[in-house]
């Protein structure tokens, strides 16, 4: 029909009249065309919410509000490392290439706030950046650290009370190089047995993000069986870390399968680095009924990310696609001039309309995936 009409790619997308900006986007939230099973929650640092309670914004499934003043100097360290052990002859060296954030290289250690102090520890700035990301409109924000990336539970707490936005925080274990020594010699049971121990002990309300480095080791196999199974007992989804790009995707999905977890409780974060016009590993994962993570969006690196999505869009699967920025960097908060924490709504997605992209669609992406992602019954009343 849209071509005896004579419309434009544009048109058949998006038939959008009246443009949205990002931040007008809890405008259009409804809870109406979403339901959820029977005492179905997700689980914040503070409280327990009816998904329907944050229907009026977005929610950033994979953010970092904590981290140990040391975690960025060494993921800089492994990142280049991994590179030069795996670049093909001709390829960019380490700071030739693409940064994690998809925005300039970071630099080789972790910048300091105005007080001195690393900004993920610095409490009154970090108060200040949610302050803005809820003001932006962000309804709900998903820390993806665990104690092995430093993530500080009590911080994230005061961190929610101080700003009044909701944080979901993760439990998990994060890749290969930052895993406890213990990793290597405890069996997937123990590994089982102390990821229950995180939920019992800590709020947690996903597991994430849970990764492999480069191609998935027989360590991270074992953690990621364990998860799996953690995620079983407790009915709280799952999201990932996919390797240097997106690498294991395929193989973290099996290996959660192949212990009984649902896709559709899983996330495959980082599949937006791996760049393919055909968007053929996209498909295979949202066809197996997950969700496929482009979080690390909301910065130069767009442009790639962009038709991508488009694609999976028009191909059908707007219902698997999450995004966030995954933001790791000073550089990028507001309170340097830099885009903030809600960077994916305020520059990624207007990016995705200029595009073509449905503000429903854009809508139902930002606001309605991620709660029906977070949203699970847990098996176990919550523990303060």
């Known amino acids: 029909m849209s071509e005896s009409r004579g419309w434009t790619r544009r048109e058949a997308l998006g038939m959008l009249g009246m443009g949205i900006a990002a931040t007008a986007l ?48 060494r993921w800089n360290g492994y990142a280049a490392d991994t590179r030069r052990e795996t670049a093909m002859p001709g390829a960019p060296q380490p700071g030739q290439g693409a940064a994690r954030q998809g925005g300039g290289a970071p630099p ?27 003001s932006e409109g962000v309804a709900c924000i998903v820390d993806g650290g ?19 936005l909701p944080i979901v925080a993760g439990g998990g274990y994060y890749t290969q190089p930052f895993y406890p020594k213990e990793i290597s010699t405890w069996s997937e049971e123990q590994i089982f047995q102390a990821l229950m ?43 990932t870390h996919t390797g240097i790009p997106g690498k294991s995707a395929l193989e973290q999905l099996d290996l959660f399968e192949d212990v009984g977890v649902d896709p559709k409780k899983v996330v495959i974060g980082h ?38 999505v488009i694609k999976l869009i028009e191909a059908g699967y707007a219902d698997n696609i999450m995004i966030a920025s995954d933001l790791a960097n000073i550089a990028q908060t507001k309170q340097v001039k830099g885009p903030g924490y809600a960077r994916a709504l305020t520059v990624f997605v207007p990016k995705l309309k200029d595009a073509g992209a449905d503000e429903k669609v854009l809508k139902q992406i930002m606001n309605d995936n991620p709660r029906r992602f977070l949203a699970f019954v847990p098996k176990k009343a919550r523990k303060g």
């Open 197 to 239: 121990k995180q939920a019992d002990t800590d709020p947690i309300g996903v597991w994430g993000e849970i990764g492999s480095w480069d191609w998935i080791t027989k360590d991270e196999r074992k953690v990621f069986r364990a998860v799996g199974r953690a995620s079983v007992a407790t009915n709280m989804p799952i999201f």
């Open 271 to 308: 599949v937006g680095n791996l760049v393919d016009a055909n968007v053929e590993v996209h498909r295979a994962i949202c066809r197996r009924g997950a969700f496929i993570g482009f979080d690390r969006q909301g910065g130069p690196g767009d442009a790639q990310q962009v038709p991508m």
């Open 108 to 134: 080789p250690a972790p910048p300091s706030t105005p007080s001195g102090k690393y900004f993920m520890q610095d409490l009154a700035y970090q108060v200040e950046e949610m302050k803005i990301a809820r």
């Open 26 to 73: 809890p405008e259009f939230a409804s809870a109406q065309s979403l339901t959820f099973p029977k005492g179905a929650v997700i689980r914040t640092i503070l409280k327990d919410y009816a998904p329907e309670e944050l229907a009026g914004g977005a929610t950033l499934f994979h953010e970092h509000m904590s981290f140990a003043d040391d975690f960025m100097t």
């Open 146 to 164: 665990h104690p092995d990336m430093g993530r500080d539970i009590n911080f994230l707490r005061q961190l929610s009370q101080q700003s009044g």
